[in-house]
């Protein structure tokens, strides 16, 4: 130790220059080596390329893979690099021979270059091919083997060498020339693409086709001959054509590749949820219901399918191929439209959690005006009184103000934003009662994201026994990254959630009738061997028609109508987007129904006519199923004690007529203006019996009658 002290104390200057020279050996490859900008490239749930998109400077390059196909790997050793396991990044033998041929020549034919000074000479951008830039080369390849593996080496090779045109690496050039992926390129393909690189600008597909073949077949004969396959494989390989010209990439789900790309993911490589099969057919399906709907002058169209218990999209179509002129580059999945009812049965839900109804209490349905604010049913007519799964059904607006005024609009503000909805940027006062009426906007991704929520919650219930049942994130956003990209959910129990098992499988129930209203046309029946709870929506003025539907497994939502907001009449959600719906729901394998949630439930008598719990003077009643809570609301206010003349035509009193001479019977009585509305669509209705005159100015009841509290 002592010697190599005295040698550096004799010799400082050679000392300080060795030194130098280290660090900079050390430090002298750049970090990172490549700064190239990449395509964005979009796979789906088993790594399947779904699409892909341009690099800023107009090149195809997909961003690096961590493996090389074994095929193109010894094709390209055998080509370029042979002694690539034994070099410490120069080799050489291969210099020396270079050196031999170059003399020979009279000037440059071979540059003796291994692999790893390749990668060097793509990273610096092909400087000129001088003595010193050899030099440089040869420093950078040895510093770039003692930093990576020699299969990190020939993977940044692989991404990074040029393919032709504006193809640059060998995975864009294996769907660009062939039309799949790596892992299932042939022999005769990969030793191609090995060959391809070469000299790129003089050979390729659409130059000297002849000599790109002979150099490709030599290239085999010697794999061949290097006992790497057998002869019958080599006559196989030779006698595959080369292809004729570059390929269009596939170009599925390239609404969710924008969106991903400007949500932080550009230049990258996106591990999705979706499916490519169940994308591929979902494309289909809206493409064909694109050209009905278009005789209309709709031109837009958007569908995504969640599944329940991820969230995870397996399938996202965010417009279809209108054309520009019709909006086409619009993501519809991810734009604020007017919700129209597709809102309803959270509200549903909302009053059977609270107890605030039970799925058959009848709700008003006459005209009515609060605060200026006057809404109308889709038919502009009236039933007087309906009950509130019927009304949730056939989607009438008037119960659901009704409905909503109980709840308070603000409440139902809340449960929107818990269950998803991130466009509600305003108060609840600037919505006010047409919260539930389409006042407010949605995304499709939040309102399909909301339902598969509630499904998800209903799933989870009974996943757990106790009082803590409900997960603290079952309500949350969908998601389009794989698991293992996604966040962990928390697995927190508590013992309530934004709306409860029991009102969500109330509302489910209600939902999962197959007859719906055509609006314009009539009652329609859609059929399906498929329990689905759905629902449709329409905008005012005929702008957007919405469906969502669900399952245990898959929840479904589609939107239809114009990307700039026109109108058309017979946009509905019944006749255009619930026909999407139930075509995406074939795809879909067929499940068992939601389990119904009997801890949190009890059944009750209800009055038949009025949906009501049953009171003594409720003469038909049924069994029905009720949240816990249902068993708060108040017995029947409807049915009322009458007294009547022994004809039964007269409504009589003790003050007009003996006792012995009046009947006594319970009668379904509605207020006058339900009244009105209600007989005109009900026949079997009866309006009470008129007082008789000699009894004006008394009472129709007994003197004994109980006045309070009701019966």
Wanted: charged share 25%; net charge neutral; proline share 6%.
């Amino acid at each position: 130790m002592n010697k190599v002290w005295d040698w550096i104390r004799r010799h400082k200057k050679t000392t300080i220059v060795l030194f130098v020279a280290l660090l900079t050996f050390i430090f002298c490859l750049p970090d990172p080596l490549f700064e190239d900008p990449y395509s964005t490239v979009l796979e789906d749930r088993n790594e399947n390329l779904l699409s892909a998109s341009i690099a800023e400077d107009g090149q195809w390059r997909f961003p690096q893979q961590s493996h090389v196909p074994e095929k193109f790997k010894s094709a390209i050793i055998l080509f370029e690099d042979k002694r690539f396991f034994s070099h410490l990044g120069i080799d050489p033998i291969a210099i020396s021979r270079a050196i031999r041929q170059n003399l020979k020549a009279g000037k440059i034919v071979s540059g003796g270059s291994t692999l790893s000074m390749q990668v060097i000479r793509l990273s610096r951008k092909n400087h000129a091919r001088t003595f010193l830039e050899k030099v440089i080369e040869m420093i950078l390849a040895t510093r770039l083997e003692l930093s990576y593996s020699k299969s990190e080496i020939l993977a940044m090779y692989a991404a990074h060498a040029p393919f032709g045109g504006n193809v640059v690496g060998i995975e864009a050039a294996a769907w660009r020339y062939f039309g799949r992926k790596l892992d299932d390129l042939s022999w005769a393909e990969s030793a191609m693409l090995a060959v391809l690189p070469n000299n790129p600008s003089l050979i390729h597909l659409g130059k000297n086709r002849d000599r790109l073949k002979e150099k490709r077949d030599r290239l085999l004969e010697r794999l061949m001959e290097a006992g790497i396959f057998d002869r019958l494989t080599l006559d196989l390989a030779k006698a595959e054509v080369l292809p004729e010209k570059p390929l269009p990439l596939p170009r599925y789900a390239k609404h969710l590749l924008t969106r991903a790309a400007q949500e932080g993911h550009a230049q990258s490589r996106i591990k999705s949820s979706i499916d490519e099969t169940i994308q591929i057919q979902s494309e289909r399906i809206l493409a064909e219901h694109q050209l009905r709907l278009s005789g209309n002058q709709v031109f837009n169209a958007a569908a995504i399918i969640v599944k329940v218990k991820t969230g995870e999209v397996i399938a996202y179509v965010g417009n279809t191929d209108s054309g520009r002129e019709h909006g086409e580059m619009v993501d519809v999945v991810n734009a604020p439209r007017s919700t129209g009812s597709i809102l309803k049965p959270f509200l549903f839900a909302a009053m059977m959690d609270e107890g605030k109804a039970l799925p058959q209490t009848l709700m008003p349905d006459v005209p009515i005006v609060i605060n200026g604010f006057s809404p109308k049913n889709f038919s502009k007519e009236y039933d007087g009184a309906v009950p509130a799964d019927k009304a949730l059904i056939r989607s009438l607006n008037i119960p659901a103000v009704h409905e909503l005024r109980d709840y308070r609009y603000e409440k139902f503000y809340d449960v929107l934003k818990n269950v998803g909805l991130t466009t509600l940027t305003r108060p609840p006062d600037h919505y006010g009662l047409s919260l539930v009426l389409g006042g407010a906007e949605g995304t499709l991704w939040d309102i399909a994201g909301a339902y598969a929520s509630m499904a998800r919650t209903l799933n989870n219930y009974f996943e757990r026994v106790g009082p803590k049942r409900y997960y603290k994130n079952d309500f949350h956003a969908p998601t389009y990254l794989s698991p293992s990209n996604d966040k962990p959910i928390s697995d927190q129990l508590l013992e309530s959630s934004s709306l409860s098992a029991s009102g969500i499988w109330l509302t489910f129930e209600t939902l999962k009738e197959l007859y719906r209203p055509g609006e314009e046309t009539g009652w329609r029946y859609f059929n399906s061997t498929k329990p689905i709870a759905w629902k449709t929506g329409t905008s005012f003025g005929f702008r957007d028609g919405w469906a969502v539907g669900t399952n245990p497994e898959y929840t479904v939502g589609v939107w239809v109508g114009n990307a700039d907001g026109e109108g058309r009449p017979g946009l509905t959600g019944t006749e255009m987007a619930a026909p999407i719906l139930f075509d995406l729901f074939s795809l879909l394998p067929n499940r068992p129904w939601f389990q119904q949630p009997m801890s949190e439930m009890e059944q009750i008598h209800v009055c038949a006519k009025s949906g009501q719990r049953v009171s003594s003077l409720c003469e038909s009643q049924q069994l029905v199923w009720v949240t816990k809570r249902g068993l708060q609301t108040l017995p029947c206010e409807y049915h009322k004690k009458i007294h009547l003349t022994q004809d039964g035509k007269f409504q009589v009193n003790l003050n007009c007529e003996s006792e012995k001479n009046i009947i006594t019977q319970n009668w379904f009585v509605l207020p006058p203006v339900q009244e009105y509305y209600y007989r005109t669509k009900n026949l079997s209705y009866k309006s009470l019996p008129p007082l008789r005159n000699d009894c004006i100015g008394g009472s129709g009841l007994l003197a004994m009658d109980l006045l309070y509290p009701k019966p």
